[in-house]
């Protein structure tokens, strides 16, 4: 492969939500260079991609961000870090007000005033959200955006990092990209466990399915400390279309009902674990399918919920209107998901400080990549970006030595390695679904209703280094091709740190996010606590750090214990 060679003050790994905000963040703040690597197009990449309609994450007239942070503290059963929650929180309405700036369409009510779905909730018009972000990104001067360029590696050479490693997808180059700072917003983990949908459907999933966990896995890699992979993301969604179903509960007032037309969310309770253990559970006991009641509804309500899919979800809409069965008349059946790995909605990611820095140094997480805060959504993926790319500024102004890329050598061999012609007895495809049928079996897929046991996921670890090995062996005839391979390798070693987590927190905290079978119980006493890792000549180390208090305390890298 042709080595293309880059330098830069500032790499931003993944051009999303957080990506695209941290660039025009240090655009704004300072006159460093910049260069966003993306794996796809800019314009419709990242968990935008589709579009959304509503933030959910707004401080609403009467809130504060601290009534923010309580709630994703009371929704986490406490597992949270109220220090990174109440930063992120006391930007949500800043940021907001920029996406008005650049275009976004906000709804308004007939006082003028953004027109609010819940206490945290403000309603838009989102199809182009992406767009917006993207042409604001396209007209910095400071920012080059290199597409189509999937990073597979960091450079850490030194004790820092350097700069970072990539493929371009459609060039078939090799990318060494040099820089004094990383900020990676690559998102979370799709994929890692067998979707609701077989076969040519399997793509269609709540969380994107080109997010592979990519960041996580190149942090993992490179002794990078995470945390909270035990509270995995299920999402309930609105049957074979997996289209959200937040929309029919808040905009519609929607009732989670079972087939006797029972209301059975209170029995369970209303924090997002407990919505979708509510429903596995009826399911399991023979009073499914489960329902949102959406039957009786009016006519100015359905048609807002045609509206709002069209939005985010447009196969929703498509099939009201293809089945004839419309929302009014019709209840709409849902489902859980399988899995994810993600910190935007749970807690899952990197362990960062307050400035959004990892472990790692000059290395910056924000987004679905960063733990600690989960319930950010757009909006707060939008502040952790504008914290890291301040904090980034920062970090340069310091006398820092920018590094060399001394493993250029070694990533290069092993992506040639790759493309070497060679017989191998798997494909990338068979090794995947391979992956996802030991993950859904023995880790708490949908298959066993999010359960498991530690003698499962004993037998799911041995699988996952088995097909880590076999991965050794693959061989790509082009640059898509190695990219898939690289992609499936990330994904396993996420599954990795999913099941060692997984097996470290001895409790059941989150009913079907984690469901311990071995330890079906709560504990307080004992497991009040984070579950963090590192991985260590090969293995991983759990490391259990105590709960970050409230009342204006944080915690920095200086304050970690051993």
């Known amino acids: 492969m ?7 003050d500032i790499l931003i790994i993944g051009g999303g939500t957080a990506g695209c905000y941290a660039a025009m963040t240090i655009a704004e703040n300072s006159d460093r260079s910049v260069i966003i690597c993306e794996k796809a197009n800019i314009k419709r990449s990242g968990c935008l991609a589709a579009g959304v309609n509503a933030l959910n994450a707004y401080i609403t007239e009467g809130k504060t961000p601290q009534d923010y942070v309580d709630y994703c503290k009371r929704d986490a059963a406490g597992i949270v870090r109220e220090d990174l929650l109440l930063t992120m929180s006391e930007r949500l309405n800043k940021v907001t007000a920029r996406l008005e700036e650049l275009g976004l369409v906000i709804l308004k009510d007939k006082n003028g005033k953004y027109a609010a779905r819940g206490d945290r909730n403000i309603k838009i018009n989102g199809e182009n959200i992406k767009p917006l972000l993207a042409a604001a990104v396209e007209k910095l001067g400071n920012v080059k955006v290199l597409e189509r360029v999937n990073i597979i590696d960091y450079d850490t050479s030194g004790g820092r990092i350097n700069g970072a490693y990539g493929i371009g997808v459609e060039d078939g180059c090799f990318y060494a990209v040099k820089a004094g700072a990383v900020i990676v917003c690559t998102g979370g983990a799709a994929g890692l466990y067998k979707p609701n949908n077989p076969g040519f459907s399997r793509h ?17 890699r490179h002794g990078a400390e995470m945390t909270t992979f035990e509270m995995r993301f299920i999402a309930l969604r609105c049957k074979d279309t997996i289209a959200p179903t937040g929309t029919l509960a808040q905009g519609a007032g929607a009732r989670q ?110 987004g679905d990549v960063a733990g600690g805060a989960p319930q950010k959504y757009v909006t707060g993926a939008l502040a952790e970006g504008e ?28 992506a040639e390695r790759f493309l070497l012609p060679k017989e191998s007895l798997y ?55 190695l990219m898939y391979i ?30 311990n079978l071995d330890h079906p119980e709560r504990d307080d006493k004992n497991w009040y606590k984070y579950v963090d890792s590192k991985l260590e000549d090969g293995e991983i180390r759990i490391i259990y750090r105590d709960i970050v208090p409230g009342g204006g305390k944080v915690y920095e890298h200086s304050d970690r214990q051993g």
């Open 486 to 515: 690289y992609e499936l390798r990330e994904r396993l070693t996420v599954c990795r740190s999913v099941i060692a987590h997984l097996r470290a927190r001895k409790e059941t905290r989150w009913h079907s996010f984690g469901e």
């Open 257 to 366: 009902i079972n087939s006797l037309g029972e209301v059975y969310e209170q029995k369970y309770g209303l924090t997002t674990s407990e919505r979708v253990y509510g429903t596995v559970t009826e399911n399991q006991e023979g009073r499914g399918p489960c329902y949102l009641r959406t039957e009786g509804i009016t006519q100015e309500q359905e048609e807002l919920l045609l509206k709002a899919y069209l939005n985010m979800a447009p196969s929703q809409t498509l099939k009201w209107i293809e089945s004839g069965m419309m929302p009014s008349v019709s209840n709409v059946e849902i489902e859980g998901t399988e899995p994810y790995i993600v910190g935007g909605h749970t807690a899952s990611g990197y362990w960062v400080d307050t400035h959004r820095a990892t472990t790692i140094q000059g290395l910056y997480a924000a």
């Open 204 to 220: 269609k999933m709540w969380y994107p399915p080109f997010n592979t966990g990519a960041g996580y896995a190149m942090g993992i």
């Open 2 to 8: 042709e080595i293309r060679r880059f330098e830069t």
């Open 387 to 414: 914290i890291a790319a301040l904090s980034a500024v920062e970090y340069l102004k310091g006398e820092h030595l920018r590094g060399e890329l001394e493993g250029l050598e070694k990533v290069y061999e092993e």
């Open 427 to 481: 494909t990338t495809e068979q090794l995947e679904e391979a992956m996802q049928t030991v993950m859904d079996s023995y880790a708490g897929g949908i298959k066993t209703n999010y359960r498991f046991n530690e003698k499962q996921l004993d037998i799911a670890e041995r699988k996952i280094r088995q097909l880590y090995e076999l991965s050794e062996e693959l061989t790509a005839s082009d640059s898509q091709e």
